[in-house]
């Protein structure tokens, strides 16, 4: 097959979590424009609306279905819904997360910590166990977890260590998974992005704008990731491209964790 034929979705769907705004929103345009239908989630209506017409106006096959997946009781409905509307669903992509907080250890109360397991790791366990038992008769499925730097390397900028937890535990939970489902032509792997510019770190540089460039001075390549540059990684992995390819975690962070 030629080489790019590899990275063909023609014929596939695809469920993004997130898929609304920032990183998630950039991998649904990569796998739209290679063909696959998406199917995006997220919590806010106004937001899926959007990024639905953005995708759909470039001429692009997007749906979305609204969750919010803080709650382990709205992934059981949203997967309810997916496989119900929606299947059959060849890729998943459990994208949403994040860190939310910014709080010390010593500080943190249970309730948060607890949030923060079910915003990162509860919801895609759920996700992965629904959609991806119902690739296994069909003998073929990508995976694909959005973890983080931070599951390998506790960030010094900040606090809130419910996030590294979390991501280490999503990143092990890939494992895993793609060992006991490799025998049914499943491959799960998952990316640990750097610091790219979304609306989530805006948010954090909001509240202290140094935080801009002391992050982009400790990068090797001297800036922050561009959201549309994770999209290329995200469709090799969806795709037959990646064939050989399952429980890596795929670091993209511009050289960050050189140094
Ligand atoms: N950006 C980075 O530098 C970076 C680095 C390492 C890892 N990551 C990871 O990459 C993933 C995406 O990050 P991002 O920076 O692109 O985030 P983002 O800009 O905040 O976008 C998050 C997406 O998730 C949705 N979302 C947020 N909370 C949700 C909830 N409770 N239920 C359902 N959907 C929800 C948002 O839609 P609504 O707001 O409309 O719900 C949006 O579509 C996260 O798992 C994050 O931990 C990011």
């Not at 639905?52 to 001429?59: F, G, H, K």
């Not at 299947?87 to 997360?97: F, M, R, S, T, Y």
């Not at 491959?187 to 979304?198: K, M, S």
């Not at 989530?200 to 090797?220: L, Y």
Request: charged letters at 25%; proline letters at 5%.
């Amino acid at each position: 097959m030629p080489i790019l034929d590899r990275f063909n979705l023609t014929g596939r769907r695809a469920l993004i979590t997130g898929g609304s705004r920032g990183l998630g929103l950039e991998m649904a345009r990569a796998l739209g424009e290679a063909g696959a239908e998406v199917v995006i989630s997220g919590s806010n209506a106004e937001h899926l609306h959007k990024a639905c017409e953005d995708l759909c106006s470039e001429d692009l096959h997007v749906t979305s279905v609204q969750a919010d997946l803080s709650k382990p009781e709205e992934a059981e409905r949203l997967s309810d819904v997916v496989l119900n509307e929606h299947a059959p669903i060849d890729i998943l992509i459990n994208n949403v997360g994040g860190r939310r907080i910014n709080t010390p250890t010593e500080d943190l109360a249970l309730e948060d910590w607890q949030r923060i397991l079910d915003l990162n790791l509860t919801q895609a366990f759920i996700l992965t166990k629904r959609i991806g038992a119902a690739m296994i008769p069909r003998k073929w499925g990508r995976i694909i977890n959005i973890s983080s730097i931070n599951a390998l390397w506790p960030g010094k900028a900040m606090r809130g260590r419910s996030y590294e937890t979390s991501k280490g535990a999503l990143t092990m939970f890939t494992k895993a998974v793609a060992a006991d489902w490799a025998v049914h032509g499943i491959t799960v792997n998952a990316i640990a992005p750097g610091p790219f510019l979304t609306d989530a770190n805006k948010r954090w540089i909001g509240e202290k704008p140094a935080f801009e460039g002391e992050v982009a001075d400790s990068i090797p390549m001297g800036r922050w990731g561009r959201p549309e540059e994770i999209g290329p990684l995200a469709l090799y992995l969806a795709s037959d491209a990646s064939s050989y390819m399952t429980g890596s975690v795929l670091v993209i962070d511009g050289g960050k964790l050189l140094w």
